[in-house]
């Protein structure tokens, strides 16, 4: 190993682990095994769709303006110090989602574009994630990471299976990729062999290996190197100390040694521990190289979920949906506060001239505008440059325009990755702003 050569598929490992580097000015991370020197060695781009069922506060989702200058309606707020890497965008649409004008049928296919069938058949579209997993993939140890806060439904409600309400992410028209949400397992998805999960840290088993290299890297990269080793150990640290609490209930035992049969697998009790887990597992991906494609679902789209940190604990996610109450703009803005978690964190990681949220697109999206159902204009936000081909600061407004699909928007951000498409669902062009 040189000091301006390291394989991308060189992994530290141990046993039963493997675990992909950060972004290094010494070390030839991303790419093939080939030397190059530091100025071509660029850190890839990324992309992050979070998704929030049920919509917004109808009359606080707006912007005005543009670039640093740009004013937030109350829902955005949390995202007040990115608004000159941000781009708001009004007025796109999904002409198939208005057929059947309930949440399953808007949010079944809101990464695809596609026509739904009805009457508990199972039917979409391949999403924009999967897609882009399927071609660009193969670079990473994951093609994608799926993630989500709330539980599957099965039911069927209103002629739509509710599974189109429970899942953004479908890896073919009939299938929903499999959707992670217990936080340990997401984890162990990053870090360790399928054959050989167990509860040896995932730091322990990859000492030897990160030691050996730590002698052929820079002084810089010596530093970047602890600060992420640090960081994986504090979310295992996190994950194992919400187990002893009894917050979480699952792969990682309580004990020295299980007093009873191991239980079902089980999530965070507390929302917030939960979002926040998730939310650091994604960044872990991200700058580890571990994956490039993630989508990350806080709730479902007539979701259940309850929120007693914000005093909002009377009434579910979906019902509360139903009303532009100060309770309702709580809950949003605790949502948006997800987002701005996740775009400081990656800001935070240097990758050369750049930052992780420089090298991402994150795009956060809801399948209606609020909760009355009003799928004729979505909310998205996108937040990063994608490597610097995103102008931020943008304001963009498509409302009166006649090529409107949200599918151009999806064109627009396969061609960021590298991926150029004739057509996806119902657009054959991308937005020419993004």
Not at 11 to 38: C, K, T
Not at 108 to 119: I, K, V
Not at 282 to 292: E, H, I, N, P
Not at 317 to 344: C, G, M, P, T
Request: glycine residues 8%; contains cysteine; charged residues 20%.
């Amino acid at each position: 190993m040189s000091k301006n050569s390291f394989s991308r598929r060189a992994l530290l490992r141990g046993i039963g682990v493997s675990m992909a580097l950060p972004w290094m000015e010494s070390v030839r991370v991303f790419g093939n095994s080939r030397v190059f020197h530091f100025k071509e060695n660029k850190a890839p781009v990324r992309m992050a769709i979070l998704f929030a069922g049920c919509g917004f506060h109808s009359r606080e989702w707006w912007a005005r303006g543009q670039g640093e200058a740009m004013e937030l309606g109350k829902v955005l707020q949390p995202l007040n110090e990115f608004r000159d890497r941000m781009v708001f965008i009004r007025g796109l649409f999904n002409a198939e989602a208005l057929k059947g004008n309930i949440h399953s049928s808007q949010t079944g296919n809101l990464l695809s574009g596609a026509p739904l069938s009805a009457g508990g058949v199972i039917r979409s579209g391949t999403s924009i994630d999967q897609v882009v997993a399927q071609r660009i993939g193969n670079a990473t140890k994951l093609p994608s990471l799926v993630l989500g806060c709330e539980t599957s439904n099965p039911s069927v409600h209103k002629n739509y299976s509710m599974l189109y309400s429970s899942h953004i992410s479908w890896s073919t028209p009939t299938t929903p990729a499999p959707l992670e949400v217990y936080p340990a397992l997401a984890f162990d998805q990053l870090f360790k062999d399928p054959a050989h999960r167990g509860d040896k840290s995932v730091l322990d088993a990859i000492m030897c290996d990160a030691n050996d290299l730590r002698r052929h890297i820079s002084r810089s990269d010596q530093q970047k190197l602890d600060e992420y080793l640090n960081s994986v150990r504090e979310v295992e640290a996190r994950i194992e100390r919400a187990g002893k609490l009894g917050e979480v209930q699952g792969w990682r035992p309580t004990l020295p040694a299980p007093n009873m049969a191991r239980p079902g697998d089980g999530i965070p009790q507390d929302i917030v521990e939960h979002m926040k887990l998730m939310a650091d597992i994604l960044v872990l991906a991200f700058q580890t190289d571990t994956t490039r494609v993630c989508t990350l679902k806080l709730n479902n789209d007539h979701g259940t979920l309850r929120f007693p940190h914000l005093g909002v604990d009377y009434m579910i996610h979906h019902l509360l949906s139903h009303s532009d109450s100060d309770d309702w703009l709580r809950v949003n803005q605790f949502f948006l506060e997800q987002v701005a978690y996740i775009a400081k964190r990656l800001d935070s990681i240097q990758e050369g001239g750049r930052t992780a949220l420089d090298n991402s697109m994150l795009m956060l999206c809801s399948s209606m505008l609020n909760g009355n159902h009003d799928a004729t204009q979505l909310p998205v936000v996108l937040l990063g440059s994608a490597g610097g081909q995103i102008k931020g600061g943008q304001n963009l407004d498509y409302l009166d325009k006649p090529e409107r699909q949200m599918c151009r928007l999806y064109l627009s951000m396969m061609n960021k990755m590298g991926i150029q498409l004739e057509q996806f669902g119902d657009a054959t062009q991308p937005l020419p702003e993004i």
